[in-house]
């Protein structure tokens, strides 16, 4: 084979491949292509609230003070989106947003619904007369409620919920075996007690000793019966010993 025939094959071969080198290419931009164009129509299909709307929102959980409308008025803007670009977290958000609302968790349910679970706050005490603690002795503010009136009133500087509650539970339990009730509990910002009693009666209990100067209050108390007065306050913040304010005596000075 002479140089001439040999160049000629050459050229061909690099023709060919180059060819077959274009087509792949061409064959490669064109599958490329449609799949842009199949990612945005699927893009556009799952974003049209029309197309796909979500039809439906499940609410599971124990509900005293939330209702339906709440609900639906806290999801009507996300509603608005498809079942796919709706954003779970968003929706969770907007429902723990509402004032009794503690936690919840959001997930799709195929093929256009949502389901919510959620729990409620469980209020145990008033708080700094507008608030509320819950179990856990956090503050939360959500309207009054007539049928919870009968709740103990704590207050206290927020930062101190936990420990107020945790105060209150030991106190109640020891004054209600002795035939009493604590319905106020005060920790002053210098974390001194203030406790009030169902019939009215302060006791000052200062910064320590509380639980032990409320037993001394309630071994002394018989004694204070004999002298036919009402009281109104004790002051419990002595080594030994109280000093007792009568009603007369506090109505006189005010």
């Not at 803007?77 to 958000?93: I, K, N, P, T």
């Not at 819950?134 to 420990?163: C, H, M, T």
């Not at 009730?181 to 920790?187: E, G, I, T």
């Not at 209050?217 to 080594?239: C, G």
């Amino acid at each position: 084979m002479g140089l001439r025939q040999k160049f000629v094959t050459l050229r061909q071969r690099i023709h060919s491949a180059n060819w077959y080198l274009i087509s792949g290419l061409s064959f490669l931009s064109l599958v490329l292509v449609g799949l842009a164009i199949a990612g945005w129509k699927l893009e556009l299909l799952l974003n049209d609230a029309e197309a796909l709307p979500i039809q439906a929102v499940a609410v599971n959980g124990e509900r005293r003070f939330t209702s339906d409308e709440e609900i639906r008025n806290a999801l009507r803007d996300l509603m608005a989106r498809s079942f796919f670009s709706a954003d779970v977290v968003e929706v969770q958000h907007a429902i723990e947003a509402l004032p009794w609302v503690y936690q919840a968790s959001v997930r799709r349910d195929w093929p256009a619904k949502l389901k919510v679970y959620l729990e409620e706050q469980v209020p145990v005490a008033h708080w700094n007369g507008t608030q509320w603690l819950n179990e856990q002795g956090d503050v939360f503010s959500a309207p009054q409620e007539p049928e919870l009136e009968s709740l103990p009133w704590l207050s206290g500087p927020d930062e101190r919920g936990l420990d107020v509650l945790t105060a209150y539970k030991q106190m109640e339990e020891l004054l209600r075996i002795n035939s009493f009730h604590l319905q106020k509990l005060h920790l002053s910002p210098r974390l001194a007690w203030e406790a009030e009693l169902g019939n009215g009666i302060v006791l000052d209990l200062g910064r320590e000793d509380k639980m032990s100067r409320i037993q001394r209050f309630i071994n002394v108390y018989p004694e204070i019966l004999k002298q036919d007065k009402s009281v109104a306050r004790v002051d419990l913040r002595y080594d030994t010993g109280l000093a007792v304010g009568w009603e007369a005596s506090q109505k006189e000075s005010q």
